[in-house]
């Protein structure tokens, strides 16, 4: 490796290691600081640079492509407050387990704190949010320096992944030149042919991590639990679908199928759509509905809990209220169940957890038949009697009488093309995808940002998901959201991303009827509620998408011609928040009372 | 204070404290864990509440605000990310010494780390940015723990101020219920009655904090170089008014009379503009072409240096070429210099430390008047130059044939009504402020982010600090840096604030090319000036406000109907950046040759 001088020669090693080391992609915002890296990443062939304007949207671009992707995706802005507008996307990939590697350009150490331009302490900004933070020397072509700036490679990259994976952050001081000029002397020509100048044939260094896995022996107490279940339940939380490490689907059904037990999918569980699902609706193993029900049925007595804390409140809450015995798997031996009513944790992955469980599980239990099938019908009925009363809620003609948001989350997932990603907001659309999202045998990936759920971000989350993928994106997103992220919007030209994007417009935040501040007016309109009466055909203007304003009823139709279209449209849908939070609790207890018809 | 809960009771008691200890305006982004805050503030009579849906721009929002009253403004968010987008304005805050109140609702501290929704480590979030941080107890109606809640609001208050103002971050768990819901014995009735409950009358406690006062005996080095000086000189860093600590400006222009020391006043020194600038233009003290032509003069001997670092590379750069002995006052003795040729750091405020000159200096120093004169007729003669070199090439028959960017600034400076608060965007804007805005006597407050330079945040700010005054309020910024902060638009509208807005449009980065990676294509297209044929139009029709393009040559008239029109008007004005850049570079020529010509 030559270069014309110090900082390019870092830029460029560190680059080309990152490549060699498997590193596929990287998001830039532009800036003078990063120079060596971004003329670095820029000449290398085997990378792909998506170029934003937005360090908070480049951040959660790359994060939508590496929860896709499951693979580490870099990020770099130049020194000051844009490492800072980093922050929220490197928090949501810390609490969502998402490989980011975090290149912020700096200043060199002598100029912090000392009134220099654009200078401030990046040192360790993000806190403990990263999995690993390193401050890089000084560049220089000293060949100690430059084998442990390979070294360094190799490491951030693998620091992203393993049990536990997330953002890490690499500080990088340069110093001017920062362009590839000439300085004589700064690189000695032999340099190139050291080891620290050549690198290795392939990666410096070669890390492999291998996956949590757990012993016959701390398997048995629930191998045995199982067995001696009654109503065993197996619970699968939010999870992208690389945090699965190596679960298949099927293991998970044939382990259900043998104990009898239902499995409850969240919608960002990867496991409540794909062709694991049985299509005919009256022997399932997996559960899409229990968001409505699940209160009205039986007590599980062991419980099996993988993924991050259910989306269901219903769900957290009967866990919490039953004597169950609950068993956490978590790949990295995290406490992910915030009720402390959960009893076992095995720090194992998913993945040979389940295949060990495969193995082991005795299918002749101790729960009697009758008692399995009692279990199991209780689910089923429900299952049936939820969708039966969504069916009758979502027919055309009931929605022109009564639109109704559930709706638009019920056909995003029903029209969905197989496969396809589906990114779904926080706030009221992950709930409605709760509630309304009907198991398929699609294969759909669905991803949220549902590691500190916050609604910033949102856009730029899922239009970095379809980046990934030639699959067809759907986003489904709330006005507040959709505005939060506006800027975001740019990716869809610059980043050539072509998705479906549900806009919920509802005026402001529908989520806060749900909570008991609507009953305090003032203040509740104008801080909770925030109607900003915004007319968001010009953001389509703006950014040259296709902005349709849809009829409720329309809807289904417009989705399905959308999603046969190239180019990027939002089809905007407005509700009234107070009336859809009001439908919302009617048919909730219209499926409980069904259900619980039923069962007297 | 009675309330019908303890996290009720905790908002009131906390929101009543500041108020009366004299917080006037706090922003507020909705969101439910931070529910107790948002209802005392909304119900409380005496303090001003800006709702904002980005935080990232509720923070800027803020900033702008405290940066134009020298007083703390609040900031409210839930959990989560949500604080995290706060992050880049408290950076700013920082480096800026602007007092900010960030108060984060958090979840209640058993539920970090468990999986809980919404639920992160906000402990020390914004690491050694903020001056203080605590981390508030659980909300309960325990006198000792109320006594102390009254007083971290009140020390909270006090810290953002002081030598060194800053940002102070409180962290606020709250567990529910968070409405103000009765909950039975939560709140016992006489809690009301104790000096907990009721506090006092006025502030619970009363803090008061002095500035750095130079001793007599600190101060005679710097008196005695001042009188022994032959070229001495004062520059004015940028400041905002309340970083002044008391300056009077009629003093520092005693002092320079009296040892014949131009005054070298930053655009953002809030010392360029204001009735100590004479008129006339063959007397002055203050000037403001320096970055023109500071190169062709003699070096200065003796340097008094405050506020930060100047804005102009050749002013610091002429500094750290000369061998003068070189002062710096400073309130909060921090070292901001980063050339590292200073020679004396006096930590004291600059209010002050005048006015001991003034009593100290002795008029008739040692510099014999003959140098004294030429060393200001040098001083003179360039101004003059610089000026009439301008004058020349923005007139208006100039202008039609070669457009220019630096006319805009002029213009702005020179048109801007008095008084007036003009905040100017980093990158080029405030390079063209410096070489272009010339001193008036007009009281003009101006103000720009200049504590860590970034481009995030400039519309919020501006628009922040136009709603702390009724003067008009213009806005200078490039087409990047309102692409980034487009979101900050809302607040024209929900936040009542009317605004001139100067977009100068070249479509991209057009500071890049004052830099050597402009000759570097690619990368620099695509990822350095990063073009993106916005249409800001949309963002007019988004957001409600008038939008106008301007041709260059018709600036002028625009800007000044603007000015008397009510509502925020955009006035864009397009023009090519490589063309502008060859163009200050053939100015700044012509005026270096102008003045070398007159010396010689």
Redesign the interface.
Do not use: C
């Given at each position: 490796m030559s270069a014309p001088n110090r900082a390019t020669l870092w830029g460029r090693v560190l680059v080309d290691e990152l490549v060699t080391s498997g590193l596929e992609a990287v998001c830039?915002a532009?800036g003078?600081r990063s120079?060596p890296l971004?003329?670095a990443f820029?000449?290398h062939p085997e990378i792909d640079?998506y170029?934003h304007?937005?360090?908070?949207s480049a951040a959660f671009f790359a994060l939508g492509r590496a929860r896709r992707t499951g693979e580490p995706t870099a990020l770099v802005c130049t020194s000051?407050?844009?490492a800072?507008?980093f922050?929220?996307a490197?928090?949501?990939a810390?609490?969502a387990r998402v490989p980011l590697l975090v290149l912020t350009a700096d200043r060199p150490a002598?100029?912090r704190?000392?009134?220099?331009?654009?200078?401030?302490?990046q040192v360790?900004?993000y806190?403990?949010?990263v999995r690993w933070y390193a401050e890089l020397p000084d560049p220089e072509a000293d060949e100690r320096k430059v084998r442990s700036l390979r070294t360094t490679a190799g490491r951030a990259l693998a620091e992203t992944g393993g049990p536990d994976p997330g953002p890490v952050h690499l500080n990088c001081p340069f110093r001017k030149?920062?362009?590839?000029?000439e300085v004589p002397g700064d690189v000695p020509e032999a340099f190139a042919e050291t080891l620290a100048g050549a690198g290795r044939d392939g990666p410096f260094i070669e890390t492999e991590t291998g996956s949590m896995t757990p012993e016959a022996n701390q398997m048995r107490p629930l191998v045995r639990a199982l067995e001696d279940a009654k109503r065993p339940l197996i619970v699968a939380g939010p999870a992208d679908p690389a945090a699965l490490v190596g679960l298949e689907p099927d293991h998970v059904v044939a382990v259900a199928d043998r104990i009898g037990a239902p499995i409850l999918a969240d919608p960002l569980s990867n496991l409540r759509f794909g062709p694991h699902v049985e299509a005919d609706a009256d022997h399932r193993r997996v559960y899409g509905g229990y968001d409505g029900y699940i209160d009205t049925l039986q007590e599980p007595d062991v419980v099996v809990r993988f993924g991050?804390?259910p989306t269901s409140k219903p769900l957290r809450h009967a866990l919490r209220d039953s004597d169950a015995r609950q068993f956490l798997l978590d790949s990295a031996g995290?406490?992910?169940?915030?009720t402390?009513t959960a009893t076992e944790l095995l720090a194992a992955a998913p993945g040979p957890a389940f295949e060990a469980l495969l193995e082991a599980v005795d299918s002749s239990n101790d729960g009697t038949a009758d008692d399995e099938n009692e279990w199991l019908a209780g689910f089923d009925t429900a299952e049936q009697r939820h969708w039966r009363v969504h069916d009758d809620a979502l027919a055309p003609e009931t929605l022109e009488a009564d639109p109704f948001e559930g709706a638009v989350l019920a056909t995003v997932f029903e029209d969905a093309p197989d496969p396809a990603t589906v990114f779904v907001s926080n706030s009221m659309p992950i709930r409605d995808a709760d509630r309304f999202g009907r198991p398929r045998p699609a294969d759909l990936t669905v991803l949220g940002n549902?590691g500190?759920?916050?609604i910033?971000?949102i856009t730029s989350t899922a239009l970095g998901a379809g980046s990934a993928t030639d699959e067809p994106l759907v986003l489904v997103t709330g006005d507040?959201a959709f505005?939060?992220d506006?800027?975001g919007l740019?990716a869809v030209d610059?980043c050539n991303v072509d998705a479906t994007i549900v806009l919920l417009d509802n005026d402001g935040?529908g989520?806060?009827h749900k909570?008991?501040?609507e009953?305090?007016e003032?203040?509740f309109t104008?801080?909770?509620?925030?109607p900003?009466g915004?007319?968001?055909?010009?953001?389509g203007?703006?950014?040259g998408l296709e902005f349709e304003r849809v009829d409720p009823v329309d809807f289904a139709p417009a989705y399905r011609r959308s999603l046969e279209r190239a180019g990027t449209q939002v089809l905007a849908v407005a509700f009234d928040s107070e009336t859809n939070h009001r439908r919302r609790d009617t048919l909730r207890k219209r499926v409980c009372a069904s259900v619980r018809d039923e069962r007297a």
């Open positions: 830039i532009p003078s120079t971004t003329v820029a000449a640079v170029s304007l937005d360090e908070r000051g407050t844009a800072a507008n922050h929220p490197v928090m949501e810390d609490q002598e100029l704190d000392s009134g220099a331009n654009q200078t401030v302490d360790k900004l806190g403990d949010a030149p920062l362009e590839p000029l991050a804390s995290a406490w992910r169940e915030a402390f549902r500190a759920s916050g910033d971000g507040l505005y939060h506006s800027n740019l610059r935040g989520i806060f909570l008991p501040i009953d305090f003032p203040p104008e801080q909770f509620k925030t900003h915004l007319e968001f055909e010009a953001l203007d703006l950014y």
